[in-house]
């Protein structure tokens, strides 16, 4: 079926893909700076740094899964049969 | 109320009650579309005219069981539309009793939606409660028992908080069981157990490790019911009762990002999802916590998207678990080939309950955030802020990337079962998708049925738009770089479960090895020691024999005092006849005292 | 507090009610068992006209009459007199109506299991009924005690009705028990307190009671202690064995007797003991409820722990009954009205669902010969209507609405509130946590369990319908009891007055 196929397509021109993506990428961040720099939406003054959003979305994700493994490293997980005996 | 008026909750628990009935193949179908229809166009009709109605007396009070007011009807009819589409998503299972328990369900969080007092909301609590647990045990599976108990004993114990509080309310306030807003700037003991009972089936934690528990076995069809109504309806009942509650905007705020974290140590799909219903009623919890209009319509819209969006992503895992009889991301992989649908579906979801623009996620949970921002609670903005990066991390990338690309970790016979469901899973599905873009495009379809009409908000500003798309786009790009660090893993977590799975384990030792050998100890001990005493007493009191102990009485006092070993003569046939005869001597005494 | 003092009715009608189990024993005697159907149709009949005739009396009671009537007269303030008010009619209405169910439902289990002596066994029934509609038409505490004896003298043959070692060994529990401490404390205190007021008789409201100011209080505690653990029916630790024990008897007799009959008779008379011996102003003022309250607290949670270690369905019902009768106490002992509202209202409630459970537990055994939990595993699949009125009168001992113990336990905690002790509250809770954790694994293993090893899944398979009917009626009832509580609340309205 069609759906399948375009993600094969896709998927064998990764490469290309990726491209255009970091191009999307870039031009958000950018139109995002230019739109926050005059907007009475921010919140806070430093919302109205350049790229903030962007950097606050990338460090989120760091944050979240960097943390998260360290804890569940921490002792947290455990075999799966854990509460069985 | 002189006029009739039909709670839609009653044409649920009817059309229940006659479902065993109608398992002839030609009526089964219709029936369980017509059911869930008739109630969500019951719930239209009693929409449309707010007021009181269905007071019933009983005892001492008068029973509300139908309030509808602006915030009973976007509730109301969120959960009767969900009926609709979770029954019809569940038409091919054949066992009645499935769909009854979830119909029972479904009538217990319209009943609690409803309703205006806490007497009758405690009644829909517990119905909800013991209705839904059977979702659980209709797994069938070895674990399903214990986890359904389990589930059980955690929600018996928070209704039994909620009891605790409106009774102590009802003393306090002299007799006021009215189910309201209630006093949360200077708040008692009752506020706090009434708000333990609640946040308890919120899954707020350290009360919610019952979700992730249940949700993660229940039935297919039982989770798509039960990721909706439970912790929506206990939403509600915060929002009716708890606005403003200051100390729910960090638990709200917490509970956002516990849910995040536990998500990304989770191998099964579906728990994931679980995990993300925490993240997410947290943002519900904090707007009730905030407590503005703007805030308490942002909750409203948020359980309101939430519910379809949520209902949709467990279908869509539903129904690999359906077809392949996995959810585990170590068993699964590389599926787009095979469900390609179900793979589009779960994405719209996942772009949903990522807030996506143009979709349903986009327009209901700014609302809250917003709402922190203008109550100029920053900590709250950002932190929600920062937890939805997470929810797109996990639910619109890690669940379709490990199950539909990825490493292809399923075994052969996992793959060749895998196809897109039957027509009516998919077509459930579909309607979920359409409802959820359908919110997200065109304002007006949820929008107009907010509590607040005054509280404007509008969420497609070039700023807001700008905003949600770079966080989402870089937060794409972080998953994409830290990839190998999320590889999944055949683990479980520990959680605050611990406490009571192994709490459970200390008491029933504690009952068996001690309580039960004590008692045992007492009652042997009785055993030999009270022949004693019986024999004295029985010795000393015969000359009292006179006094007026009949002969029946008397005769027996004397007969025990040879209990050691004679007791077997006299049972062995006599004393049958020294009763009957006793018996008669009374009878006649009687009667001819009556005729003398 | 002011109360209207009843109008007296002296009328015989309470000798004929008395009459009726009587003529129904001779009856069940007389046919024997050449005609079994006659024999068991005198039962049926007599427990129906019984029943009549209480109801007949209901609403008499209700607009503010008491019937009573002396039988002898032995000494001066020493009579045999009967009585009905609003507090008998509760008991008496329950015992007789529920006869009728258990009848029926016997005759099912016996000829279900072609048992030996059903004569005898329906003749001692009868016999133990016509004990139980005497202990609740009492007028004075000699008249009780008498009755109260007899009721644990005719059932002495249904326990151990079996005539077994371990039916003997229940037994010889059973009266050891409940005749030691009838004898050893029940005896003395009536005779204590005959010759410290002079008279036996039951004042007309619960709070007067009988001994007056002028009784030194270490003597009203003692009575009192001697009162809660003479009248050992009631079942309250350490004095509880004998009603495990007594399991061992047929499941009719456990239904009926050891849940409703028996086991009532000792809550129903502490609470007359209580209400009326004492009276609320003087346990008020000597502070006797509260610590009773929580004494008996002990008995809720801790026999609703030990019913969690038992496998033995019938044991874990009876220990449950335990829990549940203490219930009753707690409520009267917290003083207030809606604490005595609670206890007593759930003499009925627990009457019509724990006679469910027991029916249950003989409906299966019928069936299948199972008498232990683990072993019925699956079964639900097999016997549904059975297992269901056995889920839902499960519901009512947890007591979530709307089925009856709801009621209990919303009066119950309001009473605990009223009555300012909040750790009673917190017992309630933890016992209903206990009931769910008790009661939810039979229902569950029972639906969704594996059948054990060696077991092929059989269709629909119930017990005989004489058994499936009564339970099923009792478990309707109990429903019907919780969304409209006021047949019996009526009548706890008019005991408090």
Known sequence: MILVQLIDYLRDRLKYVNRVCYVVLAAVAVWGSLVAYDSHHAHTAMEKWPFFWSIFGFLACAIIIVLSKWYGHSGIMTREDYYDD | MIDFWMHPAAILIVGALLLPFMQNPVVRRPFLIAIPVLTFLQVMVVNGAPGTYGVVSWMDWMLTFGRVDNLSIIFGFIMSLMCCVGTIYGLHVKNPYEHMAAWLYVAGSLGAIYCGDYLVLFLFWELMAFSSVFLVWFRKRKESQKIGYRYLLVHTAGGLFLLAGFVLRYHATGGDYSFGQLDVDHPTLYTYLIAIGLILNAAVPPFHSWLPDAYGEATVTGSVFMCAFTTKTAIYAMARSLAGFDILIPMGVIMALYGVVYAVLENDARRLLAWHIISQVGYMVTGVGIGTALAINGTCAHAFAHILYKGLLFMGTGSVLYMTGKSKFTELGGLYKKMPWTFVFTMIGGLSISAWPLFSGFVSKSMIVAAAFGDHIMWAGFLLTLASAGTFLHTGLKVPYYIWFGKNNCSEETWEKAQDPPLNMMF???????????????????????????????????????????????TALGFFLLLSKLTPEAKISIDLDWFYRKGGDVFMWLDRVVFQTVDNWVGRIWDKVG????????????????????????????????????????????????IYFAATVMAVAIIAYVFA | ????????????????????????????????????????????????????????????????????????????????????????????????????????YSMGYMRGLNEHAQTRFNTCFALAIFGAIGVAFSDNLFTMYLFYEFV??????????????????????????????????????????????????????????????????????????????????????????????????????????????????????????????????????????????????????????????????????????VSQLSYIILGVCLLTPNGIAGGLIHIANHAFSKITLFFCAGAIYVATHKKYISEMSGLGRTMPWTFGAFAVASLSMIGAPPVAGFVTKWKLLVGTIESGALGIILILLASTLLNVGYFAPVTYKAFFGKRPEGEVETGVKEAPLSMVVPLCAACAISVYIGINPDFFMDLVKAVIG
């Open chain 2, 428 to 474: 459930a599905m579909g309607i979920a998708s359409f409802l959820c873009l359908l919110i997200g495009v065109y304002l007006p379809f949820m929008y107009d049925m907010l509590p607040y009409q005054w509280a404007e908000y509008h969420p497609y500003t070039a700023y807001h738009l700008a905003e949600t798309l770079q966080i989402l786009c870089f």
């Open chain 3, 152 to 321: 644990s003298i005719s059932t002495y043959p249904l326990v151990a009705h079996h005539q077994d070692d371990e039916a003997y060994e229940g037994a010889k529990k059973y009266i050891v028990y409940l005749t030691t401490t009838a004898k050893g404390l029940l005896l003395p205190a009536m005779i204590l307190i005959y010759v410290l007021t002079g008279t036996l008789d039951f004042p007309t409201n619960i709070y007067e009671g009988m001994l007056g100011g002028d009784v030194q209080s270490w003597l009203v505690i003692m009575l009192f202690v001697f009162c809660l653990f003479g009248f050992a029916k009631n079942g309250v630790m350490p004095f509880h064995h004998w009603l495990p024990g007594a399991m061992v008897a047929p499941t009719p007799v456990s239904a009926l007797l050891h849940a409703v009959a028996v086991v009532k008779v000792g809550v129903f008379c502490t609470a007359r003991g209580f209400l009326y011996i004492f009276g609320v102003d003087l346990m008020t003022k000597l502070n006797l409820g509260i610590p009773t309250a929580y004494f008996v607290g002990f008995t809720i949670l801790m026999a609703s722990a030990i019913a969690l270690t038992k496998d033995n369905l019938k044991a874990r019902l009876a220990y449950s009954t």
């Open chain 2, 531 to 578: 022949i004693l005493p019986l024999m004295t007493i029985s010795k000393f009191w015969s000359w009292f024999d006179w006094h007026g102990i009949d002969g029946v009485v008397d005769g027996v006092a004397r007969g025990v005092r040879g209990l050691g070993g004679q007791v077997r003569r006299l049972q062995s046939g006599q004393i049958q006849y020294n």
């Open chain 3, 1 to 104: 507090m002011e109360i209207t003092a009843p109008t007296i009715i002296n009328s015989s009608i309470l000798l004929w009610a008395l009459l009726i189990p009587l003529v129904g024993a001779l009856g069940v005697f007389s046919f024997g068992k050449d005609s079994p159907n006659f024999r068991e149709g005198s039962s049926v009949l007599a427990a129906i006209g019984l029943f009549l005739t209480i109801l007949s009396m209901k609403d008499t009671v209700l607009a503010g009459n008491m019937y009573q009537w002396q039988v002898f007269d032995i000494l001066p303030g020493l009579t045999l007199t009967l009585r009905a008010d609003a507090f008998s009619m509760i008991f008496a209405l329950i015992a007789s109506g529920l006869w009728i169910a258990a009848a029926f």
